[in-house]
């Protein structure tokens, strides 16, 4: 089946920085790749996702960029303020057999914004 | 509110025990899937339903079995409950096989 590796598994951040979480997949079929964000004690909610016709999608303070030769795709979250801490799971869609399909998540990365 | 409701939110029980948990889908959404989420782990896909059928399993223990009924409530049933099957148990609905999962508010499981 799909893995799925997500790296780092957490990450600190200044207020106003950067972060970048990456992830890699082992299927190359892989056409679909979404981000969901989970703050404590909530359920995971889809912020961004990108399929694999595009290399890079915005929205707003959030990108992904995809690169399928190499099988990793990225989230980028800029000028990050105090309610982006969460943590941020990767998945990648891949084909389970007999016309279904099935999400694989990475493990995580929680992100802690240093007001 | 993503429209996903689960039951209950949480539950205690002992080793040993049944339990089941269920699932409305969103209005529309033919897929249903469940997830489990230990302390500090991330979301391990057990088993996916559409419109009935089973579509896909993970890695779902032979004690844990699941249905979809004909009106797309699902059901995870968990038997001989042990103490590291404690976790949060997330269900989630999509209106494809392939599509956005909105994920329940979770059924939060303590063994003992």
């Known amino acids: 089946g799909e893995n799925v590796e997500q790296h780092p598994s957490t990450l600190s951040v200044q207020e106003g920085d950067s972060a970048v979480i990456k992830c890699t997949y082992s299927?190359?079929?892989?056409?679909?790749f979404p981000w969901y964000k989970q703050e404590l004690g909530k359920r995971p909610q889809l912020i961004i996702d990108i399929r694999s016709n595009v290399g890079e999608k915005k929205d707003q303070r959030i990108a992904v960029t995809l690169n399928k030769t190499a099988k990793h795709f990225s989230l980028h979250i800029t000028e990050t303020q105090p309610e982006d801490s969460a943590v941020y799971f990767c998945a990648a869609k891949f084909d389970s057999g007999a016309g279904s399909y099935q999400l694989t998540f990475g493990k995580g990365t929680k992100l802690s914004v240093i007001p | 509110d993503s429209g996903v409701t689960q039951t209950p939110k949480h539950l205690i029980t002992a080793t040993g025990q049944r339990v089941t948990l269920r699932c409305s889908p969103r209005s529309g959404d033919l897929s249903v899937y469940w997830y489990q989420q230990s302390l500090d782990q991330g979301l391990q896909f057990l088993i996916q339903y559409y419109n009935g059928e089973e579509r896909a399993k993970g890695n779902i223990l032979e004690r844990f079995s699941a249905q979809q009924f004909p009106d797309l409530h699902s059901e995870l049933n968990l038997s001989s409950l042990e103490l590291g099957d404690s976790a949060l148990y997330f269900c989630a609905s999509s209106p494809t096989v392939a599509g956005e999962l909105f994920f329940g508010e979770g059924s939060r499981l303590t063994v003992l």
């Open positions: 299927d190359s079929a892989s056409n679909y």
